[in-house]
């Protein structure tokens, strides 16, 4: 159990050729947002640094009451490498023909839906292992309760290229009530190397996500349309 916990794959994050990050590493802040309906947040690791010549950037979009879209950008490093995408899950997980991967209906559960770019020549693997941290919590809760080994966690692999200024891992991550919602998430082509737009597309509306590296602090700019195209509301950090 301690040894799976201070691994890499034991937590919810990039592994980059199976190699677990260097410790100690630094982490750097990068930006901060907290609006009406979105909240941000991006930082970067040298973690692979020293074993992979790549320093890890991750932004997280919270569309609040809704969903997270996790990006994750790797700068550096040796052509062709493998790089997994790690989340693990107190609910059992299943895949499915569009790609997505969702807990089973008629609980709660999550739903995860790699964008279109993410996609083209992923696998998705499902194991399970011990939890890193407790997943349950009742009356007679005990410390040994959080001592599981049949948490579900799935493991999205590519092998990636430097394209578009970085090799890139972009993950909608959605929790739901009672069954998983059909939603769709293409990446757009973009203007410019560090710029990276999303379409987020659900059944009454579509969002429309840019997320831009091309100043030292990452932004965001999010809009939401109706079926009409017609703007519902706008928010960017600045």
């Known amino acids: 159990y301690r040894q799976w916990c201070r691994r890499t794959r034991g937590h919810n994050t990039i592994c980059v050729n199976g190699k677990d990050q260097a410790q100690p590493y630094r982490a750097t802040f990068g930006a901060w947002h907290d609006g009406s309906h979105v909240a941000f947040v991006a930082a970067a690791t040298d973690g692979y640094r020293e074993s992979e010549g790549i320093t890890h950037e991750r932004s997280i979009v919270f569309v609040k009451k809704e969903y997270f879209l996790i990006f994750d950008r790797l700068l550096g490093g040796q052509p062709d490498a493998q790089v997994s995408w790690l989340m693990h899950s107190p609910s059992e997980l299943q895949k499915h023909e569009d790609g997505s991967i969702s807990s089973a209906s008629g609980t709660p559960g999550l739903l995860i839906v ?17 939890a890193a941290v407790p997943v349950s919590y009742h009356a007679d809760y005990t410390p040994l309760d959080a001592w599981r080994d049949d948490i579900t966690f799935v493991e999205l692999t590519r092998t990636v290229r430097e394209v578009n200024a970085g090799q890139t891992f972009g993950v909608l991550v959605m929790p739901f009530a009672e069954s998983a919602p059909k939603v769709e998430v293409t990446r757009q082509p973009s203007s410019t190397a560090h710029t990276y737009v999303f379409h987020i597309g659900q059944a009454d509306h579509l969002d429309e996500l840019t997320v831009d590296y091309s100043t030292p602090a990452p932004t965001f700019r ?17």
Not at 117 to 122: N, Y
């Open 114 to 130: 790699p964008d279109s770019a993410t996609r083209a020549g992923m696998r998705a693997t499902l194991s399970t292992s011990y």
């Open 222 to 238: 999010m809009t939401r349309y109706d079926p009409r195209k017609t703007a519902l509301w706008s928010e960017q950090s600045r």
